[in-house]
């Protein structure tokens, strides 16, 4: 599952990225919005196409495997497109061991995430995900110092009965995929926690980075663990390398359009991944949700939204 990695990263480091990247990755300083914003439509749809392809290889394939795939063709690209240029910079940290663990929160997430995607539709599970800037919001105070005002109280309510409405019990969602997908939005909150730490004093890249390269190196290792399952032929071969593809160019379009527009403007458009994955689930899996799920994922959206904006206020 992709939220938009590196999303609040380039946000809370849109004012100062032109004093931490060489002149030849510098972007256009100057705002065009209307760029930004089309950029992110193309990103949040990026992530809904991760999403879709991982559902449909779960059923087959063991979903440690598709994780390790993930990172790894998203670690080489970084590799052949940004290691010839930056070179050592890709790598300097000051907090490694925070840029470590932060990178494995995000591991754990997406193994999370697309186990619960052989339980649940493509929507239902992307919209609980969703909450993760609701729990953020409540973890924020304990750890981050700040404080919140009754406005993220109530949109945090508001969002969390928008995740009971999809996840209620008289529903026909699997309790196995619940639980998943809940454990999935915790880790990535913690991510976001850490991510709002580091990225005052590390570059946006060096964050992807890190991601990558602890994901391939961990699931890697892990491989004598869970290697196995059928033999992939041409097709699926081809939509396993897709994860690592569709997840290297969401993220680097989700970046550039925060650079082009302001975040203010952005923030609402990352809920379009719910628009791309109700749609995604309906032309490839047939389903569609029903009324009071929809009525759930509009909440959520909506709820995140205000929480976002007020934030930025």
Same mark, same amino acid.
């Given at each position: 599952?992709?939220? @938009?990695? &590196?999303?609040?990263?380039?946000?809370?480091?849109?004012?100062?990225?032109?004093?931490?990247?060489?002149?030849?990755?510098?972007?256009?300083?100057?705002?065009?919005?209307?760029?930004?914003?089309?950029?992110?439509?193309?990103?949040?749809?990026?992530?809904?196409?991760?999403?879709?392809?991982?559902?449909?290889?779960?059923?087959?394939?063991?979903?440690?495997? !598709?994780?390790?795939?993930?990172?790894?063709?998203?670690?080489?690209?970084?590799?052949?497109?940004? %290691?010839?240029?930056?070179?050592?910079?890709?790598?300097? =940290?000051? /907090?490694?061991?925070?840029?470590?663990? /932060?990178?494995?929160?995000?591991?754990?997430?997406? @193994?999370?995430?697309?186990?619960?995607?052989?339980?649940?539709?493509? +929507?239902?599970?992307?919209?609980?995900?969703?909450?993760?800037?609701?729990?953020? *919001?409540?973890? +924020?105070?304990?750890?981050?110092?700040?404080?919140?005002?009754? !406005?993220?109280?109530?949109?945090?309510?508001? @969002?969390?009965?928008?995740? !009971?409405?999809?996840?209620?019990?008289?529903?026909?969602?699997?309790?196995? &995929?619940?639980?998943?997908?809940?454990? %999935?939005?915790?880790?990535?909150?913690?991510?976001?926690?850490?991510?709002?730490?580091?990225?005052? #004093?590390?570059?946006?890249?060096?964050?992807?980075?890190?991601? +990558?390269?602890?994901?391939?190196?961990?699931?890697?290792?892990?491989?004598?663990?869970?290697?196995?399952?059928?033999?992939?032929?041409?097709?699926?071969?081809?939509?396993? %390398?897709?994860?690592?593809?569709? &997840? @290297?160019?969401?993220?680097?379009?989700?970046?550039?359009?925060?650079?082009?527009?302001?975040?203010?403007?952005? #923030?609402?458009? !990352?809920?379009?991944?719910?628009?791309? %994955? =109700?749609?995604?689930?309906?032309?490839?899996?047939?389903?569609?949700?029903?009324? *009071?799920?929809?009525? &759930?994922? +509009?909440?959520?959206?909506?709820? #995140?939204?205000?929480?976002?904006?007020?934030? /930025?206020?």
């Amino acid at each position: 599952m992709e939220l @938009g990695e &590196g999303a609040s990263t380039a946000q809370r480091s849109q004012q100062t990225a032109q004093q931490n990247f060489p002149q030849a990755l510098k972007l256009a300083a100057e705002h065009h919005p209307f760029r930004g914003m089309l950029l992110m439509l193309a990103a949040v749809l990026c992530f809904a196409l991760l999403d879709a392809t991982a559902k449909h290889l779960s059923q087959t394939y063991p979903v440690p495997m !598709l994780v390790w795939a993930r990172y790894t063709l998203h670690c080489l690209l970084m590799l052949i497109f940004l %290691a010839p240029s930056l070179r050592w910079k890709l790598v300097q =940290t000051k /907090r490694p061991l925070m840029q470590v663990v /932060r990178a494995l929160m995000l591991v754990v997430t997406t @193994g999370f995430a697309m186990a619960a995607f052989r339980h649940l539709p493509l +929507a239902e599970t992307t919209a609980l995900i969703f909450v993760t800037p609701l729990i953020v *919001a409540l973890l +924020a105070g304990p750890f981050l110092g700040e404080k919140l005002r009754p !406005l993220h109280w109530g949109a945090s309510l508001c @969002g969390f009965a928008g995740a !009971l409405l999809i996840a209620r019990p008289d529903g026909a969602l699997n309790l196995t &995929g619940i639980l998943l997908v809940l454990g %999935a939005a915790l880790c990535y909150s913690i991510y976001q926690i850490q991510t709002r730490l580091l990225s005052p #004093s590390e570059n946006t890249l060096t964050l992807l980075f890190y991601t +990558a390269l602890v994901g391939t190196l961990s699931m890697t290792l892990a491989a004598p663990l869970y290697w196995g399952g059928p033999m992939p032929d041409l097709r699926d071969g081809l939509m396993i %390398a897709a994860l690592g593809i569709f &997840g @290297g160019s969401g993220h680097f379009l989700l970046t550039k359009a925060f650079r082009l527009a302001p975040a203010t403007v952005l #923030s609402p458009f !990352l809920y379009a991944q719910l628009i791309w %994955a =109700t749609l995604l689930g309906w032309l490839v899996f047939d389903h569609w949700p029903d009324g *009071a799920t929809l009525s &759930g994922m +509009a909440i959520i959206a909506a709820s #995140s939204i205000v929480l976002a904006l007020t934030q /930025r206020r």
